[in-house]
């Protein structure tokens, strides 16, 4: 089906299940231990056998020397494989770092061996015997320092982002600022951070000749597919990849990671199945994690607020000089300004890779911008909320008026959001409101995501009994992707929800869009809408009606004057699958929101507690409220945790994250999180799809940790700009206690 002109009503508009809050179908097997996960497939290949990955001790240098032969000999040992050993394997069209082989090291942890054993016990205990010998050799691990000399470069080349232009402009930029009456000229720090998931990257790999399997935890099945076959250097017709459920994975799981190709490799040599999970500590160092971000942004503006020039200037790092966390993306698309500019710097770092995490780019792009934001409007005297609707573009891409926008409320989000929240209690003098030893503030900030929508298919059958099953590639990364496939199948074919069976994550389905981007629930269910119209149309041709024209409903059909049985249809299939025409380039599909936080600080420690958050959000339709609002606050959590917990320290001696487990890298726990309130505007989007719907997942991070910043400053008076804002940043310049 080819969606090539903007979506008119349709049964969504009138729909009975879409768009209803639904208790997520695999929710039971999730609360009772029995979804199974990657590591606990004990049932997919018997007599697996435990592998466990070293990782290099140096950041930079190559193995001199490296004795296994006490592991060989170790009780259980099966197999080992060491990287010295070994020609280095290919690399994929979304990879940047070397997963294995050879005596280069490129990063800390970077895997050098891995021991396959009986028991996981006898794995790890023969893996301690490896004796290494390094030459280490200086690197870069000091973002500031090499910054000044970055290149321009491309955003996200090998992630969720494509090629991005590294530099643009409009107008005059220069003059326009210098000739401003209120700028504003200020540099943000936001600092590398781990997706954390709970589930560990892990694989159990198996060998049938020249076939592979590989049961794992990935969001893209097709890239991870595709991306095996590069590395490995066999045909991706040759591989399965298999993933029903995958415990998290926020960016961190989109390609495939050491633990596949160790597994793959071990397994090989082991002559039988392998499974391996990466240890924590490998999850930090030897997998992907966000970039961290130097970011100068310059604004200018009338007396009135109106924005006349606006330069957004980005750094970032990678272990390639590619690839870095562009967090000028969502610049050109908030707020109007005829004179602008934007600059994206990539500097070489001999750190780990960094690649695609939740929002990439935009995530701590609002980090910077939003609280640039907050500062015009101190620096104006002007309300932020007024600031940002004072700055609000009219139908088209304020950085490429050429550019329709699709469909956007940020202004209706914004003035809703002041409302709900209590905005006009706000006090504009920071530093005014105390309860007792507390010093509380407000603070705003506008969100956007772009919302792009991807090819995908699906394959629909129909069962004698009435019965349907859906089949995509597809995953679930705890989004809820089961529910919302079955709700679009039993919506469009017009039986009740229980009635749907999904199957999805396994590369034997039709290729859908994947979890990734905030692409997926709009795109996947898409590709659902498509298939199940081709069902429809084989339905009617085998019944003689035109399926295109009855109506499904209740488990029967109306045609033509006619009524029929779901199951007088019997046994039929169809497959389908949703492309885009070229009408789409003509605009900017993105997704907004307006984010309020408040926060308390203790006055004499330093302390800051968040006490409320709300996002008002326009994406579209949604197709499930109660799965997507789980989606928006978890985002905000990260984003909570973004503003003032995570960041993974880096030893620039050494080049390596030191916190690189759950004790040191500090996330957010329920103490942290308080009240948080959604709300979803009643909005649809004609041009992404036909469900009009754009998916939430990363419009939930998109600006709620400026809000905290600015909260924070409101509360206090002291302006932090590097994240996250601990209390060493600001203690010495609070407030006197009263």
Known sequence: MDFNAPAGDNLFDRATVVGKSTPRIDGPLKTTGTAPYAYERHEVASNAAYGWIVGSAIAKGRISAMNVEDARRAPGVIAVLAAPEMEPIGSSNWNYAPLFGGREVAHYHQAVACVVAETFEQARAAAALIRTDYERTSG?????????????????????????????????????????????????????????????????????????TLWTSNQMIQWAKTGMGQILGISPENIRVDSPYIGGGFGGKLFIRADAVVAALASRAAKRPVKIALQRPLMFNNTTHRHATIQRIRLGAERDGRITAIAHENWSGNITGTGGEDGTLQTPKLYTAPNRMTANYVAQLDLPEGNAMRAPGEAPGHMALEVAMDELAEALGMDPVELRLRNEPEGRVPGDPDTLISDRHLARCLREGAERFGWSARSPTPGAVR???????????????????????????????????????????????????????????????????????????????????????????????????????????????????????????????????????????????????????????????????????????????????????DAGRILNPLSARSQVIGAMVMAAGAALTEELAVDTRFGYFVNHDLAGYEVPVHADIPHQEVVFLDTLDPIISPMKAKGVGELGICGPAAAVANAIYNATGVRIREYPLTLDKYLDRLPTPV
């Open 140 to 212: 870069e691990f000091d973002l500031a320092a090499v910054a000044p000399d970055a290149p321009l470069a491309g955003s996200q080349g090998g992630a969720e982002g494509g090629a991005g232009d590294p530099r643009t402009r409009r107008g005059d930029f220069e003059s326009a600022f210098a000739s401003a009456p209120v700028t504003v000229d200020q540099t943000y720090h936001t600092p590398d951070e781990s997706h954390a998931m709970m589930e560990p990257h892990a694989t159990i790999a198996a060998w049938e000749g020249d076939q592979l």
């Open 435 to 617: 309860e007792g030893r507390w010093l509380i503030g407000m603070g705003v900030a506008g969100g956007y995501r772009a919302a792009p929508a991807r090819q995908s298919a699906a394959f629909v059958r129909l069962g004698a009994d009435g019965r349907l099953v859906v089949e995509t590639d597809m995953t679930d990364i705890g989004t809820g992707s089961y529910t919302i496939i079955a709700q679009t199948a039993a919506e469009t074919m017009g039986v009740p929800l229980d009635r749907v069976t999904v199957e999805l994550g396994d590369s034997r389905y039709p290729v859908s869009a994947g979890s990734g981007g905030q692409w997926g629930a709009a795109s996947s269910t898409a590709g659902v809408y498509a298939a199940c119209v081709n069902l429809r149309r084989a339905i009617g041709e085998k019944l003689g009606f035109d399926g295109d024209a009855a109506t499904f409903a209740d488990g029967s059909i109306r045609a033509g004057g006619r009524s029929f049985a779901l199951t007088d249809a019997g046994r039929v299939s169809a497959d389908g699958e949703m492309t885009y025409g070229d009408f789409k380039r003509d605009y900017d599909v993105g997704t907004y929101a307006g984010h309020f936080c408040e926060v308390a600080v203790d006055a004499y420690t330093g302390e800051t507690y968040i006490r409320r958050m709300l996002a008002v959000c």
